[in-house]
C-alpha cells in the first residue's frame, strides 16, 4: 500500500511559477513509477509528467515540455513538479500518482495509488 500526499499548490499570476511536492509512504519508493495528472473542472483527468521507476527517463505531455521539470529524491519519498512560465489554462487540480510498474505511463488507469490533489489557479 502506498499513500501519496500532495502539496505546493496556491494562486500564482500568469508567468510565474510552482512548485508541487508529493511524498510517499512505503520502503520501495524506487520501485515505483511516479506521475502527475492534472484535472480542470468539467475535463478528464490529463497527463502531465511521469518518472519512471529504477531512474528512467522522464516523460512529459507535449502541452508541458520545455516549462515544467519532473524530478524526485527516493531518500526522502518525494516526486517534486517544477512548473514555470504557467497559463491561466493550466489552472487545475494537480494529483499525484504511482503504479509499480512503467505500463502506459500516460494512462490514468494504469496507476494504483492516488493522492488527493492541490489545486493550482494561474490568474490571467
Known amino acids: 500500500q502506498v499513500q501519496l500526499v500532495e502539496s505546493g499548490g496556491g494562486?500564482?499570476?500568469?508567468g510565474g511559477s510552482l512548485r508541487l511536492s508529493c511524498v510517499?509512504?512505503?520502503r520501495t519508493f524506487s520501485g515505483y513509477t511516479l506521475a502527475w495528472f492534472r484535472q480542470a473542472p468539467g475535463k478528464e483527468r490529463e497527463f502531465v509528467a511521469a518518472t519512471?521507476?529504477?531512474?528512467?527517463?522522464?516523460?512529459?505531455?507535449?502541452?508541458?515540455k520545455g516549462r515544467f521539470t519532473i524530478?524526485?529524491?527516493?531518500?526522502?519519498?518525494?516526486?517534486?513538479?517544477?512548473?514555470?512560465?504557467l497559463k491561466p489554462e493550466y489552472t487545475a487540480v494537480y494529483l499525484c500518482a504511482a503504479?509499480?510498474?512503467a505500463v502506459r505511463v500516460g494512462t490514468p488507469m494504469s496507476y494504483d495509488y492516488w493522492g488527493h490533489g492541490t489545486q493550482d489557479t494561474v490568474s490571467s
Open 11 to 14: 494562486l500564482v499570476q500568469a
Open 99 to 101: 503504479q509499480s510498474s
Open 24 to 26: 510517499a509512504s512505503g
Open 71 to 85: 524530478s524526485r529524491d527516493n531518500a526522502k519519498n518525494t516526486v517534486y513538479l517544477q512548473m514555470n512560465s
Open 52 to 64: 519512471p521507476l529504477y531512474g528512467g527517463a522522464p516523460y512529459y505531455a507535449d502541452s508541458v
